[in-house]
């Protein structure tokens, strides 16, 4: 039985096309059951329908964020998932929604730097200031409403390259989210026989 997941996005959706090819290629046990977006325009919208996977828009509709969270749970549910993935998500979830489901989160720094949004750019000119030599990504679990800053799954380093232009320096990063979220679902995966998602005992 494959897990089923519901992937949430805001955008391109690069890191939702990564678990999509590594299930087409075999590499992941999983079932995408829906892909949703608070953007109509999110391109990872684009991306679900064309692997067949149900694609829908939850728009905020001058909701409060309590209220839209409620309704995002509601939509989420319909498609019973054992594990709800925060890919390129760009919105702040309360307990209205994180209770109700195992939420793991893709964010582009270290564990303990740069939370929140542009960390690329943040670590980037951190970087050109020297302040730090490396980067990197991580998959976290999103036990409540901290930013950015639950119990590691996986995290990857990416080192600076001197001379590197900030638009490959991002591509280099962004290859490495990929191949991250992907070790870090297959590892879900296989730790999930016998226990809850979140290492409990079941
Ligand atoms: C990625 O760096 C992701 O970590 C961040 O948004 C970027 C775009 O992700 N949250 P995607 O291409 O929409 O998956």
């Known amino acids: 039985m494959s897990m089923r997941l519901v992937v949430l996005v805001s955008g391109n959706g690069s890191n939702l096309q990564a678990l999509l090819d590594a299930t087409t290629a075999g590499e992941l046990d999983i079932e995408v059951a829906a892909v949703i977006s608070n953007e109509p325009e999110a391109y990872g919208l684009e991306r679900a329908r064309r692997a067949g996977a149900e694609a829908i828009v939850v728009t905020r509709d001058g909701d409060d964020r309590p209220t839209y969270d409620r309704r995002l749970a509601s939509v989420v549910s319909r498609f019973n998932p054992d594990l709800v993935v925060l890919a390129g998500w760009m919105r702040i979830l309360t307990t209205n929604f994180l209770d109700g ?29 020297d302040e730090i030599t490396q980067t990197g990504a991580m998959v976290h679990w999103v036990p409540d409403e901290g930013i950015d800053v639950g119990p590691v799954i996986e995290q990857r380093t990416v080192p600076f390259v001197a001379g590197e232009s900030r638009q490959a320096f991002e591509e280099r990063l962004h290859q490495t989210e990929h191949e991250l979220l992907v070790a870090a679902v297959a590892r879900l995966v296989r730790e999930s026989t016998g226990t809850t998602l979140n290492g409990t005992p079941a």
């Open 101 to 129: 489901f195992d939420v793991i989160n893709l964010h582009p720094a270290l564990p303990g730097t740069f939370p929140g949004v542009d960390a690329i750019g943040r670590a980037f000119a951190a970087w050109e200031a």
